[in-house]
């Protein structure tokens, strides 16, 4: 699997509709479950690619919400019932374990 290639954003757009409601998973946390890229290649999928998937459950690494989408991306996180400090989801309450899934 080469970076950006099908199958990489395949992989990448199935592990975000994999993330239960109520939680969240950073750009970072996506790269180490996928295997392959980082945050920021996980972020280009996902600014490309990821209207189509659950995108306000994927985070910046301290909770916040991608810029430009908060308001939205924090309604839909409340509505699922995650926990929220201000404008970020408590990433110690609400991060998602695969492992545990």
Known sequence: M??????YVEAVLSA???IPA??????GDLAEYVGVGG???VGRV??????GVP?????????????GLEA????????EGAVLVGDRV????CRWRPSLS
């Open 2 to 7: 080469s970076l950006m290639d099908e199958a």
């Open 39 to 41: 945050p920021r290649l």
């Open 55 to 67: 995108w306000w459950r994927v985070v910046r690494a301290d909770g916040r919400p991608a810029r």
């Open 72 to 79: 939205t991306a924090l309604a839909r996180l409340r509505a």
């Open 22 to 27: 109520g939680q969240v998973a950073s750009y």
């Open 90 to 93: 408590d990433m110690r309450r």
């Open 46 to 51: 996902m600014s490309t690619q990821g209207a």
């Open 16 to 18: 975000v509709e994999r």
